[in-house]
Structures are given as structure tokens and as C-alpha cells.
């Protein structure tokens, strides 16, 4: 298995590109511009990539500026959590309030659950629901890798905004407490901002909780 991280647009979002043979699904594509979508491209080309799933892990527009590339580039459908498709329906509204450009993200997507197993080469990713930071946010936990996509709920001694419209903050802390500081110490979790980070060395020198 390999973890090819970006980091991309002006939110300095983390793209992941997760590989196992010649599979791959790509989490959260914030490529906001031509050069950023080529980066994207060309890793998938140079290493004769089949991206098979499009995951969102939330629908802030940081997180789907590429939504709408990734999605024709490789005819996939995006997949989310329910709960995030007001955010996604109200993406555009959002970015022009924010003044940014983004292209209008595909709103024919598929739902994903807590437990719902995502399969990638030999690699097994379960879904597990973290809202808080936004209502329906996910992560993508492997057991056997002890490895963990955490998107914007945890970060390298830090954890997700909560005042944004639709985040919670006891929500968040929950999906903390209650779901990933479950996991063994040892995981690894790749966040949707900054360095990577794991579940022991936050659960003792974070700030925040
Ligand atoms: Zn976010
Ligand atoms: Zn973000």
C-alpha cells in the first residue's frame, strides 16, 4: 500500500491518493487549478494508476475543489456521507461568499455509512462517522495498517474548526473521545490539513482535549 499526499489550494488542503497494485482511490481532491489537476494526473499516469473510488470526507470547498476533475477525468462518482449533501448543495453559494472559483462539483453522488467497507487492491478501509466539524464528516480507518484518513476532525496537536454554519463543537469532541481515540495508539492518522500525526502522541499532547 502506498499514501501519496498533496497539498493543495489556498486552504493548503492534503489530497490523498491511496494505492495498493494498480488501484487507487483518491480522498478529498483540492485541486483548484490546472497545474494542481496535473500534479494529480501525472502521479496517476506515471505509476499506471486505476482509480476505482472518489471519497469525500466532508463538503467544505476546500475538500472538493477537485470534485468535479477527478469525477469526469475518471468517470467515478463521488461518495459521502448523507449528512454533508446540504454543504455539497450549497457549495457554490459558499464559494462566491468566500470569492473563490470553484467548479461546480457533480451533485449525482452515492452515500456512505459507518461500517461500509471500501476495498482498494488488497486493502480494506472501513467508514467510520465523525460528524462535529461538519454534520456528516467520515474517516477511513485500516485495520491492518493501523492507519487512519482523518480528514478535519484531528490534527498534529490540533483538531477541526467548530464555527463553521452546521459544525458542532460537543459533536466533534465526541467523534474524538468515542471513535478515534478507541484505536490503538499506534495508528497513524493522515490529517486533511498539516503533518501527519498518531492516535497516542495526541491523545497526550493535545492541546484541545
Ligand atoms: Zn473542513
Ligand atoms: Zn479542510
Not at 463538503?59 to 449533501?85: R, V
Not at 490540533?158 to 499506534?186: A, E, V
Amino acid at each position: 500500500m502506498k499514501i501519496k499526499k498533496f497539498t493543495f489550494n489556498s486552504f493548503l488542503e492534503n489530497t490523498y491518493i491511496i494505492s495498493s497494485g494498480k488501484k487507487c482511490m483518491i480522498i478529498d481532491p483540492g485541486c483548484s487549478n490546472k497545474t494542481e489537476q496535473h500534479q494529480m494526473d501525472d502521479y496517476i499516469k506515471l505509476n499506471q494508476l486505476e482509480p476505482i473510488e472518489l471519497i469525500n470526507t466532508h463538503c467544505h470547498l476546500d475538500h472538493i475543489f477537485g470534485n468535479k476533475f477527478i469525477a469526469e477525468t475518471y468517470s467515478l462518482i463521488p461518495k459521502m456521507h448523507i449528512k454533508d449533501k446540504p454543504l455539497l448543495e450549497r457549495s457554490m453559494d459558499i464559494a462566491n461568499m468566500y470569492n473563490v472559483k470553484l467548479d461546480p462539483p457533480p451533485q449525482d453522488v452515492k452515500f456512505i455509512n459507518e461500517n461500509d467497507i471500501i476495498e482498494i487492491g488488497k486493502t480494506k478501509w472501513k467508514i467510520i462517522f465523525t460528524p462535529g466539524h461538519s454534520p456528516g464528516h467520515i474517516c477511513l480507518f485500516n485495520e491492518q495498517q493501523k492507519t487512519i484518513i482523518a480528514g478535519d476532525v484531528l490534527f498534529h496537536l490540533s483538531i477541526g474548526r467548530t464555527d463553521l454554519p452546521l459544525s458542532n463543537h460537543k459533536d466533534l469532541i465526541d467523534s474524538i473521545n468515542n471513535k478515534l481515540f478507541r484505536l490503538s495508539d499506534n495508528t497513524e492518522v493522515f490529517c486533511g490539513h498539516g503533518q501527519n500525526t498518531n492516535i497516542g502522541f495526541e491523545k497526550i499532547n493535545n492541546p484541545y482535549l
